[in-house]
């Protein structure tokens, strides 16, 4: 097949999920890559679409071949790093938000969710250092600050819970109420206005 069809059926791809047929979509997109089977943006669209359908195993297969084909491209490693960690495979998730970081040390997303599979497994440590980058990176997220109060608070780290603490009710004083809540630091109740 020619460079032409593979356009041809990757427009009517785009054309087909802009009119809300995702499946019709899928196939378009899988006619272009059968064009063109190593073209990696096509094989990225497919596992988005895939994700975007919750289907995380067809998902994390195109963007494992996306990677396979272009292993330097971070925002990719990022993706298939959430593919595999909502289809549950930790360790695999693990990996690729590792790689996402070492490719693109400025990825919020890629540390916070390092930072998380770390937590889920009781790696505290681990998982307050990953959340620590997401936090510098990403100071107004009030998610990445709360889940890093909640991994010193783990690793019996007082001051660095209250330094998120601090942080938090700054620039999210709702999760500064819940974070307060959930480490047990009354002592910075009277803070809540």
Known sequence: MST????????????????????????????SLAADPGHVPTLRMLGWLEARRERWSAAESWLKLAVELEPVDAHTWFNLAYA????????????????ATELDPHNDRAWYGLGMLHARHGRHREAAEALTEAARLQPMNGLAWYALGMAWQHCNEPDKVAEAIEHTLNHDPQTAQRLIRDTGRSDFTHRLA
């Open 4 to 31: 032409f069809d593979r356009v041809r059926h990757a427009l009517r791809g785009m054309l087909l999920n802009t009119l809300g047929k995702p499946d019709a979509a899928i196939q378009a997109y899988r006619d």
């Open 84 to 99: 595999r960690d909502k289809g549950g495979q930790d360790d695999a998730a693990l990996a690729a938000f590792a790689r």
